[in-house]
């Protein structure tokens, strides 16, 4: 109950929609009453006392209350449709929201498909039993009160009779819901996994497609596949005995009234046409009851959505301490004092690193695999935190800076170049919203991009396809160096920017990166020679700590690590006579 509660507060915001479609809901149901007194009056009246002078009015007030009734339903479909996707956009918005603020730990440990079914799927289930609940739930009890009344009129001993299946529909209500939130939850669990691996084999289609693992991943797909139909047979299975149960006393209900309305006509204590109009308010009795055990299967699935949902609405956010303080001007005077960080208390990336990168100039980070190098530029753009030390930039540390504030003024271009599905222009301008599209060629011009936009069908407006298939690996790189052109920051970090490309492509990206650097504070972490050898200091990293700094002749000089990285090829060099 928890969960729904919760979706209250989005409730509230459509206070005349909500208010308009109950008003509907309940009007129209007040005119159940109508029909047993017609039924009534038809069978005693215009049969019985053989009056068929009253037949078409009866007949007209009837069909005028027919009309009433489902002229109200339609205003109240219409209206409640609005109100559920009203709330289902804010729900999911709100949720979204919270989702870009998340810190990166908490995506490095979910599956994408999972994410995205909790977004779209679960906040539909959570909204559909909140407000079909609210309006289908009142209009059942409502109704279920108002024949119970006048069943009370028309004969007490009948009701009681009515009523003596209720103990057991409750008995069997209280069973199933006691006992189905573990089987909702499976079956949400399971199709979350089935989401997963789609999102992974349909992102991962050339792959799966070189190395010839169609019938593995189908097999996979077929695994998943299956567990959600187990999952989905076992709840199935539940409610194909709930459901015919309910019914089968609710026809006891029935039988019994049968029964005893038959015996009191007979010893003449009711009028045949009160049974006759009594058997209507009983089915108007158990529908609404019947409608009950349905939302109850939807409340409880809805239960275990809202759980999945609330549970990421929970995570914590990004702390930002420097929200809303004052914003200096960054210059890119970059500076570590005794920095560590681990991902884990028990395992430790960064140990007590300290370096200085004046406004302007150029570090490299070099070092073998997993030395940490990713890791020290991720913490100046607070991706992660840092366990302790202190980084600052132009002497003010960066934690008291708020986030937007701090990552506006830092541009990253990494190996892997992120495109949207989308125009060039439209990628281009994540750098820069207002961007014009003369600044936007001129930023195409510095990054050697220029010549391959023109080629295409429309320009700066050519759809690019997801993740930018429809260029080449080099022509993503000089986009995502333009993008950073465009987005013009004091800040520079080039993660393995030259990586994956050939040595003409290569000098193309080179020439666009040292476009780029000029006068900017950059980080760069390259595999390259060429890259790095021109760089103010060259940092290199061994298992978290800096074991040598200096310029690369000097480097090279002292025969160490740096050197050995040259010789052994983990630094590539254009020639073997660089390294003489």
């Known amino acids: 109950m928890q969960v729904f509660i919760r979706i209250f507060p989005y409730v509230k915001r459509y206070k005349l929609l909500a208010f308009s479609t109950l008003f509907c809901a309940i009007a129209g149901t007040l005119m159940v009453v109508v029909f047993p007194a017609i039924t009534q009056r038809i069978v005693d009246q215009v049969i019985g006392q053989n009056q068929p002078e009253k037949l078409l009015p009866l007949v007209g007030l009837g069909l005028a209350a027919f009309i009433a009734q489902n002229g109200l339903n339609s205003l109240r479909i219409f209206f409640n449709n609005h109100f559920e996707q009203r709330v289902i956009f804010d729900l999911r918005s709100e949720l979204y929201a919270h989702i870009q603020r998340l810190p990166l730990t908490w995506f490095d440990n979910r599956a994408t498909g999972d994410v995205m079914t909790r977004l779209i799927e679960d906040v539909t289930s959570v909204e559909r039993v909140l407000i079909d609940g609210i309006e289908q739930g009142t209009v059942a009890v409502l109704q279920i009160l108002i024949v119970s009344g006048l069943m009370v009129i028309y004969s007490p001993l009948l009701t009681v009779s009515a009523l003596v299946p209720i103990p057991f529909l409750a008995a069997g209500a209280l069973a199933y819901t006691l006992t189905a939130r573990a089987r909702y939850r499976k079956q949400r669990k399971a199709v979350s996994e089935l989401n997963s691996i789609l999102h992974d084999n349909i992102a991962g289609i050339r792959q799966i497609k070189t190395y010839t693992s169609e019938e593995r991943e189908h097999a996979r797909f077929d695994g998943a596949s299956d567990g959600v139909r187990k999952a989905t047979l076992t709840v199935m299975k539940t409610w194909a005995v709930y459901q015919p149960g309910m019914e089968f006393f609710s026809s006891c209900g029935i039988l019994i009234v049968s029964g005893v309305g038959a015996s009191q006509v007979l010893a003449g204590n009711m009028e045949i046409g009160a049974l006759v109009a009594f058997f209507v308010l009983t089915r108007f009795l158990y529908e609404p009851i019947g409608k009950l055990h349905q939302l109850n299967q939807i409340f409880q699935s809805g239960r275990a959505a809202g759980e999945r949902v609330f549970e990421i609405m929970d995570a914590a956010p990004e702390a930002d301490e420097g929200e809303g303080a004052p914003c200096p001007e960054i210059h890119g005077h970059v500076v570590y004092r005794d920095v560590s960080f681990s991902y884990d208390a028990s395992i430790p990336v960064l140990n007590g690193v300290s370096l200085e990168a004046p406004a302007g100039s150029m570090v490299a980070l070099v070092g073998p695999t997993g030395a940490g190098k990713s890791t020290i530029v991720n913490l100046l753009v607070r991706f992660y935190e840092f366990t302790s030390g202190r980084i600052t930039v132009d002497g003010v540390p960066i934690r008291s800076m708020s986030r937007q504030y701090l990552r506006n003024n830092i541009a990253v271009v990494t190996q892997e170049s992120f495109l949207f599905n989308g125009t060039t222009a439209e990628n281009l301008r994540i750098g820069k919203p207002d961007a014009t599209e003369e600044e936007i060629w001129s930023a195409l011009r510095a990054a050697n991009a220029e010549e391959f936009i023109r080629r295409l069908p429309k320009g700066l407006h050519s759809q690019l396809g997801e993740r930018g ?98 010789k052994s090829s983990l630094i590539e060099s254009e020639t073997v006579a660089v390294l003489a």
């Open 469 to 566: 298939v429809k260029l080449s690996v080099g022509e993503k790189q000089r986009l995502s160096i333009a993008r950073a052109l465009l987005k013009n920051p004091p800040i520079l970090i080039l993660d393995e920017a030259t990586a994956s490309v050939d040595t003409a492509t290569e000098r193309l990206i080179q020439e666009a990166l040292d476009h780029l650097m000029e006068n900017r504070t950059s980080f760069v972490i390259a595999h390259r020679l060429s890259t790095v050898r021109h760089a103010d200091e060259i940092l290199v990293l061994e298992r978290g700590r800096i074991t040598e700094r200096g310029r690369h002749d000097e480097l090279l000089e002292r025969g160490g690590l740096y050197a050995e990285l040259c």
